[in-house]
């Protein structure tokens, strides 16, 4: 089984930044992929920024220059840099990772509980 908890959400004025962090922990072999994806209400999860084991990074358009991801391979630990809000960031962040677990264990996708991400004008 594998936990994960996500943590840095809040609320800032426009312009501002805040850095998201999603800790993952239980039988974790390795963390292949890893992305953050953002929701409003009515609407599904977008994938705003993602990266892969080899390291390779990809933004949405609307994010690009201001996000940036980032991991702690050690810490199986990814972080989510949001520099220069806007309102329209406004939502609920969540985490999500496809981890393998190792020999006799299964792969999973898993994902954070979410956490809130307020833009005030």
């Known amino acids: 089984q594998v936990q994960v908890v996500e943590s840095g959400g809040g609320l800032v004025q426009a312009g501002g930044s805040l850095r998201l962090s999603c800790a993952a922990s239980?039988?974790?072999?390795?963390?292949?992929?890893m992305g953050w994806y953002h929701q409003v209400p009515g609407k599904g999860r977008k994938l705003v920024a993602a990266?892969?084991?080899?390291?390779?990074?990809d933004y949405a358009d609307s994010v690009k220059g201001r996000f940036t991801i980032s991991r702690d391979t050690a810490k199986n630990t990814w972080y989510l840099q949001m520099n220069n809000l806007k309102p329209e960031d406004t939502g609920v962040y969540y985490c999500?990772?496809?981890?393998?677990?190792?020999?006799?264990?299964?792969?999973?996708?898993?994902w954070g509980q979410g956490t809130q991400v307020t833009v005030s004008k």
């Open positions: 239980g039988r974790i072999f390795s963390i292949n992929s």
């Open positions: 999500a990772a496809y981890v393998q677990g190792g020999l006799g264990a299964t792969n999973s996708d898993v």
């Open positions: 990266m892969t084991l080899g390291g390779n990074t």
